[in-house]
């Protein structure tokens, strides 16, 4: 999906946090669950990145966003993975 905005990069972040909280805390099965973790943030990612490229102005924002946005993944990917370890 193409970002047109900086503003937009935002809201799709808004977004897909809201859709990573609600995978974590519904999944039962959580091989599944890693795997749709993994390709959203990936999908993101790619998205902001391109944006990025394309706006030089809002690189260094972007580039935060990115991290940010990975760090969130990671840490949600090790609570399903001690959830899938603890049997909850």
């Known amino acids: 999906m ?3 905005s900086f503003e937009e990069c935002g809201k799709r972040n808004e ?3 809201a859709e990573i909280e609600k995978i974590c805390a519904e999944s039962t099965n959580y091989g599944e669950a890693y795997h749709e973790v993994a390709s959203k943030t990936v999908s993101l990612i790619n998205d902001l990145g391109k944006f990025a ?3 030089p102005g809002h690189k260094g924002d ?3 966003m990115i991290a940010k946005t990975a760090a969130f993944s990671i840490s949600k990917i090790g609570r399903l993975h001690i959830k899938e370890k603890i049997g909850k």
Do not use: G
């Open 2 to 4: 193409c970002i047109n």
């Open 15 to 17: 977004i897909f946090t």
């Open 53 to 55: 490229m394309e706006h």
């Open 62 to 64: 972007i580039t935060v």
